[in-house]
């Protein structure tokens, strides 16, 4: 089973910057499309930002697109996102997720625990 452990959230100001980090266990990380998404209270979860497998390509929310970015180091098995320009409505718990091979369902299979972000006004 993989494992995903984010961190790097915290307290912000509108305006400001963080970066996320989330790290997976197992051999074959090379091998995972990861995604990034977000759940405030009260709402369901969305999707944020995905790359595939080798990190040539990259998906985002039309919400975020232009202020955030996600990135991976397979050497590290670790996905990042950089988040800049934040915004109060970017409040949430962050969670980083996993689509193993084969890849057939769109779906993600892991998730790590989450860390909130909370960007004030």
């Known amino acids: 089973q993989v494992q995903l452990v984010e961190s790097g959230g915290g307290l912000v100001q509108a305006g400001g910057s963080l970066r996320l980090s989330c790290a997976a266990s197992?051999?074959?990380?090379?091998?995972?499309?990861m995604a990034w998404s977000r759940q405030a209270p009260g709402k369901k979860r969305e999707f944020v930002a995905a790359?595939?497998?080798?990190?040539?390509?990259?998906y985002y929310a039309d919400s975020v697109k232009g202020r955030f970015t996600i990135s991976r180091d397979n050497a590290k098995n670790a996905v990042y996102l950089q988040m800049n320009s934040l915004k109060p409505e970017d409040t949430a718990v962050y969670y980083c997720?996993?689509?193993?091979?084969?890849?057939?369902?769109?779906?993600?299979?892991?998730w790590g625990q989450g860390t909130q972000v909370t960007v004030s006004s």
């Open positions: 790359i595939n497998y080798s990190g040539g390509s990259t």
């Open positions: 197992g051999r074959t990380f090379s091998t995972y499309n």
């Open positions: 997720a996993a689509d193993l091979p084969p890849y057939s369902d769109l779906e993600y299979d892991y």
